[in-house]
């Protein structure tokens, strides 16, 4: 079992800056692939970033160049970092962290992050 708690969410004006973390506990941290998704009212979860246990990433392209995903094996956190924030970035985000041999997929409850002057 993997829980997973996310923080550093909040309020914040358009082309302000927030970083996200996220610690996990109750597992073997590094062997895991950890992600960011987000939902926005109305829409369906989406990809934000994902990083391997090798700290290989992937971004939506939505996110590219405003956006770092980073991961701190020993501390067994991983973080976003958003700046040039946009109202469309306005979502709950929420914490994921999978295990394609264990075939194990984690959840947070998600933070809020509301983009708005």
């Known amino acids: 079992q993997v829980q997973l708690v996310e923080s550093g969410g909040g309020l914040v004006q358009p082309g302000g800056s927030l970083r996200l973390s996220c610690v996990a506990s109750?597992?073997?941290?590094?062997?895991?692939?950890m992600g960011w998704y987000r939902q926005a009212p109305g829409k369906q979860r989406e990809l934000v970033a994902t990083?391997?246990?090798?700290?290989?990433?992937n971004y939506a392209d939505s996110v590219k160049g405003r956006f770092t995903i980073s991961r701190d094996n020993a501390k067994n956190t991983v973080y976003l970092q958003m700046n040039s924030l946009k109202p469309e970035d306005t979502a709950i985000y929420y914490c994921?962290?999978?295990?394609?041999?264990?075939?194990?997929?984690?959840w947070g409850r998600g933070t809020q992050v509301t983009v708005s002057s």
């Open positions: 109750g597992s073997i941290f590094g062997a895991y692939v």
């Open positions: 990083i391997t246990s090798g700290r290989n990433t």
């Open positions: 994921n962290a999978k295990n394609f041999v264990r075939l194990q997929d984690y």
